[in-house]
């Protein structure tokens, strides 16, 4: 008679032996004297293919329940067989493994003294250590008896592929849109007036926008400013109104003459950590609108006149009082006519180093400055 007992184990111990109970005084795994460690004759027919793990084979610990350090009976390293389990053979059919399935297994008939033992199934690679992939199985106080066979299943449970999911999302970027550039008071003006540009701008996509201003030409602007980018401090105001984004630049020029700028806007996303980054850096295409434009000045002399009554100079009549930038001074007349760099002839605009303005303009010697009829 045979007796036949189902076990089921998969103990998350360590893959030595010794960690599961089988251990010396010493710290040191070890078999009796009476039973070395062996190795089953023939090459192994198969390996773990299924799981793509290094498993060639079992090894089998057998020992006595009393003092189990002391007494393995049996340490023996069994191949894989070349066939599956339960593989159509109806005793061990959904008994656990569904008839369906397939598994590789290795073996172990040995027959030994009745008694109570403890028994560890642990995988092995080709060089008989045991393999991380796969743990070892445990079963303990396994009784045999007395001409009776007892039959139990161990099973080890392997690792499996380390997979995970990648969802991709493909957005679509649009650059952002300048809509509009206006001047306040002109795009034409007066040395040291104060000129007022706004740009508006919105973004396809709602994105934030930032707007990069730089002068690319023409003569120096009050505070300096040359052909760079202009600095914040020139950037009075931003407002934002459905969508639409207007900024505007406060400046003013230093010399008459042309001034060429340049307005670019930029469409950002945000990080991480909370800062904004422009969206072409983020992805290595360009995504922003440009608009160049140009300013020109005139001299602030050219539209005013002396009244010789006052001996003041006044605008000629229809002419915008100039609102000049806080600090900036135009060129004065007397500074202007009387310079040895200029091109009319100084001893009739300003004989003897003196400025006659009645000289200069004529037109203005009227009464209260008006222009003659």
Known sequence: MNLRSRFLWA???????????????????????????????????????????????????????????????????????DLMSPGMIPEFVNRPLDEN????????????????????????????????ECSQAFARNVQVYDGLTTEILLISQCNGPERGALDVVGALNHPPVVEGLTYAPSKFVYECEETIICATASDPDNDPIEFVWKKT?????????????????????????????????????????????????????????????????????????????????????EMQCYDAESK?????????????????????PSQFFCSAYYWDETDVTCPGGVFSPETVYPACSSTNGELPD
């Open 11 to 81: 103990v998350s111990c360590s893959v030595m032996l010794s960690a599961c109970g089988f251990q010396t005084s010493d710290g040191t795994s070890e078999t009796s004297k009476a039973q070395e460690e062996t190795r089953s004759t023939g090459v192994a027919l198969t390996m773990d293919t299924l799981g793509d793990t290094n498993v060639y084979g079992i090894r089998f610990q057998i020992a006595k329940c009393e003092n189990p350090n002391e007494n393995i009976v049996f340490n023996q390293i069994k191949d894989l067989e």
């Open 101 to 132: 399935s397939a598994h590789l297994f290795s073996d172990y008939f040995v027959v030994l003294d009745a008694g109570c033992y403890h028994i560890a199934a642990t995988p092995v690679d080709e060089n008989g250590t045991s393999c991380t």
């Open 312 to 332: 003041q100079f006044h605008h000629l009549p229809g002419v915008r009082e100039i609102n000049r930038i806080q600090g900036c001074y135009p060129i004065w």
């Open 217 to 301: 030409g023409g003569k120096k602007l009050h505070g300096g400013i040359d052909n760079a980018i202009i600095d914040r401090y020139f950037v009075k105001s931003r407002t934002e109104e459905n969508g639409h984004v207007t900024e505007c630049l406060h400046i003013a020029p230093l010399w008459n003459g042309d001034y060429q700028f340049e307005v670019s806007v930029y469409d950002q996303f945000h990080l991480d950590n909370g800062d904004l980054v422009r969206a072409e850096d983020f992805v290595g295409k360009d995504s922003h609108a440009k608009l160049a434009f140009p300013l020109y000045a005139n001299w602030d002399i």
